[in-house]
Nanobody, 117 residues
Framework: QVQLVESGGGLVQTGGSLRLSCAASRSIFSLNDMGWYRQAPGKQRELVARIFSSGSTMYADSVKGRFTISRDNAKNTVYLQMDSLKLVDTAVYYC???????????WGQGTQVTVSS
């Protein structure tokens, strides 16, 4: 079992920045990958960015060049630095992870990000 705790959401104006954090309850090396997903009202949850145990990363096209995913292995924490925020980035952001041994997915409780004009 892995618990994921997100923090760092809030209200920001367009063009602003926020940094989200996701702390895992055990070593992130026991996880195949960790990532950030978001769900806007009336829409399906979508991938924002992922970071794999190898350190490789992937991003949704809509956030490339604006968002950066990183990790701190010692703190078992993954971050999402969000710059040049747009109105369309408004959503609940969820941290997700996949167990390396079982493939089981885990989710955090979500954190609201609201971008205003």
């Amino acid at each position: 079992q892995v618990q994921l705790v997100e923090s760092g959401g809030g209200l920001v104006q367009t063009g602003g920045s926020l940094r989200l954090s996701c702390a895992a309850s055990r070593s992130i090396f026991s996880l195949n990958d960790m990532g950030w997903y978001r769900q806007a009202p009336g829409k399906q949850r979508e991938l924002v960015a992922r970071i794999f145990s190898s350190g490789s990363t992937m991003y949704a096209d809509s956030v490339k060049g604006r968002f950066t995913i990183s990790r701190d292995n010692a703190k078992n924490t993954v971050y999402l630095q969000m710059d040049s925020l747009k109105l369309v980035d408004t959503a609940v952001y969820y941290c997700g992870a996949t167990s390396r041994s079982t493939g089981m997915p885990y989710w955090g409780q979500g954190t609201q990000v609201t971008v205003s004009s």
